[in-house]
């Protein structure tokens, strides 16, 4: 038997638990919105040193962490066990083994608090973050998800279900190939946030990277073209001895990789006819991104929203967010609530 609050709409607080890849998150958020407390603790020191997650490694510091997350998540929050109103979880889609960890973890709270369950999808948590800073955001409008494992544009309709998927990538996502550009080039892990300081010191016209599918009349995206294209060309600029700087060649794969998301987002939207875009997930947080779309959206009437940095990146506050709507929508799981791997979106 679970403990239910009479009043849905109102006060009510839900814990929600992230640790669907490397980072160990607890947030407490209520009313889907109002972020009590939102703790995320990195482990991209452990990472660093293999130039990317190790699924092991982030499974283990999970189960090391996760205990104390939560204890600091309702510290911070100045709240009890007592005073929640459901648990939810991302049981999908992440690594399998860091994903159980937070769902063991989630499970074992509701069930000793006599608290409602919910598992939520990890995608459908970035389409929703920028909602939770957003008074003005209308429905339906245009997604943008870009991060380290996804790059989708879906149209979202008021309600959080029924999205649907225009597009993916057919191979890396955009993140991905920040990530591997910035290993290839030494910089360290993860690459998003060093090339888009190092190309803000960079001339973006110094070298022509590839905009692959720009102009494939769907909206498909490929990122793992673009890697090779850097790496071909530094191997041949350096036998020539002609390697231009670090920041032109940041500066010139980020025009590329920024082009074609704008490009195609763009294009949907007048398609389609929306007027908003919403960017969401890591690559949200790109300063070339957001300033290029806004203007580009600027141009055909469209308004550009995105979430503050801590909410782009992986956090348990857009889990705690959307398991609100979730609630009130009447979703509730079990106790063989599992996870999974699968990233589709319904
Ligand atoms: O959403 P996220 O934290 O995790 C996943 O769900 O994948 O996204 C992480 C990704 C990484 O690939 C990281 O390099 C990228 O987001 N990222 C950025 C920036 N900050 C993080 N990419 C471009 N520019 C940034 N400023
Ligand atoms: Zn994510």
């Given at each position: 038997?679970?403990?239910e609050?009479?009043?849905l709409?109102?006060?009510m607080?839900i814990?929600?638990?992230?640790t669907?890849?490397?980072?160990?998150?607890?947030?407490?958020?209520?009313?889907?919105?109002?972020i009590?407390?939102n703790?995320?603790?990195?482990?991209?020191?452990?990472?660093?040193?293999?130039?990317?997650?190790?699924?092991?490694?982030?499974?283990r510091?999970?189960?090391?962490?996760?205990?104390?997350?939560?204890?600091e998540?309702?510290?911070?929050?100045?709240?009890?066990?007592t005073?929640?109103?459901?648990?939810?979880?991302?049981?999908?889609?992440?690594?399998?083994?860091a994903?159980?960890?937070?769902?063991?973890?989630?499970?074992?709270?509701?069930?000793?608090?006599?608290?409602?369950l919910?598992?939520?999808?990890?995608?459908?948590?970035?389409?929703?973050?920028?909602?939770?800073?957003?008074d003005q955001?209308?429905?339906?409008?245009?997604?943008l998800?870009?991060?380290?494992?996804?790059?989708?544009?879906v149209?979202?309709p008021?309600g959080?279900?029924?999205?649907?998927?225009?597009?993916?990538?057919?191979?890396?996502?955009?993140?991905?190939?920040?990530?591997k550009?910035?290993?290839y080039?030494?910089?360290?892990?993860?690459?998003?946030?060093?090339?888009?300081?190092l190309?803000?010191?960079?001339?973006?016209t110094a070298?022509?990277?590839?905009?692959?599918m720009?102009?494939?009349?769907?909206?498909?995206?490929?990122?793992?073209?673009?890697?090779?294209?850097?790496?071909?060309?530094?191997?041949?600029?350096?036998?020539?001895?002609?390697?231009?700087s670090?920041?032109?060649?940041?500066?010139?794969?980020?025009a590329a990789?920024?082009?074609?998301?704008?490009?195609?987002?763009?294009?949907?939207?007048?398609e389609?006819?929306y007027?908003?875009i919403?960017?969401?997930?890591?690559?949200?947080?790109n300063?070339?991104l957001?300033k290029e779309?806004?203007?580009?959206?600027e141009?055909i009437g469209?308004?550009?929203?995105?979430?503050?940095?801590r909410?782009?990146?992986?956090?348990?506050?857009?889990?705690?967010?959307?398991a609100?709507q979730?609630?009130?929508?009447g979703?509730?799981?079990?106790?063989d609530?599992?996870?999974s791997?699968?990233?589709?979106?319904?």
């Amino acid at each position: 038997m679970t403990k239910e609050k009479e009043v849905l709409s109102e006060g009510m607080k839900i814990l929600g638990i992230d640790t669907s890849c490397d980072d160990t998150s607890v947030a407490i958020v209520e009313d889907g919105r109002s972020i009590q407390s939102n703790i995320i603790s990195s482990q991209i020191e452990l990472h660093k040193k293999y130039g990317g997650i190790v699924p092991e490694l982030a499974s283990r510091q999970h189960v090391e962490l996760i205990n104390y997350i939560i204890e600091e998540a309702l510290q911070k929050a100045d709240v009890n066990l007592t005073d929640l109103s459901a648990i939810a979880v991302t049981n999908r889609p992440g690594l399998i083994g860091a994903l159980l960890v937070g769902v063991s973890a989630a499970k074992s709270l509701a069930y000793c608090c006599q608290l409602p369950l919910l598992g939520i999808n990890h995608i459908e948590g970035h389409i929703y973050a920028p909602f939770m800073e957003h008074d003005q955001l209308t429905f339906p409008h245009l997604c943008l998800t870009v991060s380290g494992g996804h790059t989708l544009l879906v149209e979202v309709p008021e309600g959080w279900e029924n999205y649907h998927v225009l597009g993916s990538t057919q191979d890396d996502a955009a993140g991905e190939a920040y990530d591997k550009v910035a290993k290839y080039l030494g910089l360290g892990f993860p690459g998003g946030k060093i090339i888009d300081d190092l190309a803000k010191m960079g001339d973006e016209t110094a070298i022509t990277f590839p905009r692959p599918m720009l102009n494939s009349g769907n909206y498909q995206f490929s990122y793992s073209g673009i890697k090779t294209s850097v790496r071909n060309f530094v191997e041949k600029a350096t036998k020539n001895q002609e390697l231009p700087s670090v920041e032109d060649i940041a500066a010139s794969f980020q025009a590329a990789a920024v082009e074609v998301l704008v490009a195609k987002t763009i294009r949907a939207t007048r398609e389609k006819g929306y007027r908003t875009i919403t960017l969401t997930g890591g690559v949200a947080a790109n300063s070339l991104l957001r300033k290029e779309m806004e203007i580009a959206g600027e141009e055909i009437g469209a308004k550009v929203f995105y979430p503050s940095i801590r909410l782009c990146t992986d956090n348990a506050a857009m889990i705690a967010g959307l398991a609100y709507q979730k609630y009130c929508q009447g979703q509730r799981d079990d106790f063989d609530l599992n996870a999974s791997a699968n990233s589709e979106i319904v």
